[in-house]
């Protein structure tokens, strides 16, 4: 009997069962279970502990923020209820909102907001700049806490209210207790839904539950932002690691959402009656080649200059997203199509290919021929075919040796954060990608920090760039935040922090046919106010 008897069938006898005032068996019954393909597998629990973009979606299930971000990016309260600023602009004092509780049912109180703040603020790279201008952050009582900055900084709701990765999650005080390098245990968030470790299967299957004590707010859904309802009572997320299965999955409805459709498949699902294709204005991605800083030869400004005339742009783009009108040749560190779009200083990377100039900067960095090693995930959609690329740049330079470690992306994850030499478990590459929501913002853009032990993978160490950055963040007005982008662009492009590879988006598609209310977001993806036909 082929699947669409079976249904027809089963529909049939529940539609008699009902007609003749018999209870209907659990398969009669209207099935909540949201089935979703995210573009990796949830290997990592603590969304503190890493900036995958995976880790922060596990997070959006289970936990809450502060503040979030509405369809237009304007920053709202969620957790908080109400907020007073003192006249000096430094002094912030936060209420709570009635009704947050924990999955173990204990009450959320400021304690929990303070600890979770405090962890956070050690492993972001905008937490950790917020945290340099604090002078205190404390609990009055339970519902009431103080944020007191060194000086007016006006960004302070705007980084609360961040989604991307990592984002400032409330965690009970005892798991924002436990030492931010070391990974958290226990998930018990105050999200809307509840994470199902005993049915947890890395490799194959993650599941969420509806958490019915959850009070979500009363204004509508719009983004990251408002009301919280969940309307089905499972979360699936399915891990599908090969594209064209994950595509054939949702074609067949055995998945209601797939979360980065390959591009080369989008013809075809746009064509397939049922789905929908979709995407947020300001949703795109921006891929990072990413130098180590450490190591030779990296090291020397030199070699990373050399970099920018062997790696072409537009050949990344043309791999990852051949559609024209899905990519976009940017040689912005900020972005592009974003207000403090700039490609000041880029003369060196926007110019023609020049493998002679990149040989004598090498040559110059103290570069002999030793291997450089590249940290190849080989299961990540855009990552794998964007390392190929790369590898082939760099190899028909013919005077670099490369040592090429392929491995999954989790893998990839775990290495990056060695500051150990290559030859030692260590890397001088790897290739990653960031939302360009987060990118436009000198602030929260994670990995183009320069703050030596306090930046990012690649550790980049620069002070005159940080203290661009703080003029950016403590500027008055919009015209002199984008005066102050090109000097930033400008000692970028001179430093090397790592190099962009252009801009394109990759949208979501859905079953519209079987499921409604899915919300248009830039960055993390949310499973609340979704409900299925």
């Not at 597998?41 to 900036?51: A, E, G, M, Q, S």
């Not at 072409?312 to 783009?317: F, P, Q, T």
Request: include cysteine; charged fraction near 25%.
């Amino acid at each position: 009997m082929t699947s669409s008897m079976t249904k027809a069938l089963l529909g049939a006898v529940c539609s008699a069962a009902l007609l003749a005032g018999i209870a209907a068996t659990p398969a009669c019954a209207q099935d909540k279970t949201l089935r979703v393909t995210m573009h990796a597998d949830v290997r990592t629990l603590d969304p503190f502990w890493t900036t995958q973009t995976i880790a922060g979606i596990h997070g959006l299930m289970v936990y809450d923020t502060l503040f979030s971000s509405d369809f237009d990016l304007n920053p709202k309260p969620q957790m908080v209820e109400s907020w007073v600023v003192s006249n000096d602009r430094k002094t912030y004092t936060f209420k709570l909102r009635d009704g947050l509780k924990f999955h173990d049912g204990t009450n959320v109180t400021s304690k929990d907001v303070v600890a979770s703040m405090n962890r956070w603020g050690k492993r972001d790279g905008a937490g950790k700049q917020l945290m340099d201008y604090t002078a205190s952050l404390s609990a009055k009582d339970d519902k009431t806490f103080e944020w007191v900055l060194k000086e007016p900084f006006g960004l302070l709701i705007d980084t609360l209210a961040k989604t991307g990765t990592s984002i400032p999650f409330v965690m009970r005080e005892k798991e924002a207790m436990v030492d931010p390098f070391q990974q958290i245990q226990e998930v018990v968030g105050s999200g809307p839904f509840a994470f199902k470790r005993d049915e947890w299967v890395p490799g194959s299957k993650t599941v969420y539950v509806k958490f019915k004590d959850y009070v979500p707010r009363n204004e509508p859904a719009s983004g990251h932002a408002g009301g919280k309802v969940v309307k089905v009572d499972r979360v699936e997320y399915i891990w599908l690691s090969d594209p064209q299965t994950a595509q054939a999955a949702l074609v067949a409805g055995e998945i209601d959402y797939l979360e980065n459709p390959a591009v080369d498949f989008l013809p075809m699902l746009e064509q397939t009656p049922g789905i929908e294709i979709a995407q947020h204005p300001a949703m795109g991605t921006m891929g990072i080649l990413q130098l180590n800083h450490l190591h030779p030869p990296f090291n020397n400004v030199k070699a990373r200059q050399a970099m920018l005339y062997l790696i072409n742009n537009a050949d990344y783009l043309n791999t990852i997203a051949a559609n024209p009108k899905l990519q976009h040749v940017c040689y912005s560190y900020l972005g592009c199509k974003v207000p403090m779009e700039t490609d000041a200083g880029s003369e060196a990377y926007k110019g023609k290919k020049d493998i002679k100039k990149a040989e004598e900067l090498f040559k110059e960095a103290g570069y002999k021929g030793e291997p450089i090693t590249i940290l190849h995930a080989t299961d990540h959609q855009y990552i794998n075919p964007a390392n190929l690329v790369m590898i082939q740049q760099l190899r028909r330079a013919g005077f670099l040796k490369l040592d090429v470690a392929a491995m999954d992306w989790g893998s990839v994850v775990a290495r990056r954060a060695k500051k150990e030499p290559p030859a030692q478990g260590g890397w001088n590459i790897f290739i990653t990608g960031t939302t360009v929501l987060t990118s436009s913002s000198p602030f929260t853009h994670t990995s183009l920090g320069m703050g030596c032990e306090k930046a990012w993978f690649g550790w980049p160490c620069d002070a005159k760039f940080e203290q661009l950055r703080k003029d950016w963040a403590f500027a008055a007005d919009t015209d002199t935040r984008k005066k102050i982008a090109v000097e930033i662009s400008k000692r970028a492009y001179e430093q090397v922090p790592y190099i962009t590879f252009g801009q394109w988006v990759n949208p979501v598609a859905y079953r519209s046919d079987k499921i409604k209310g899915v919300l248009s977001v830039p960055s993390v993806p949310p499973m609340w106010n979704i409900e299925k036909k």
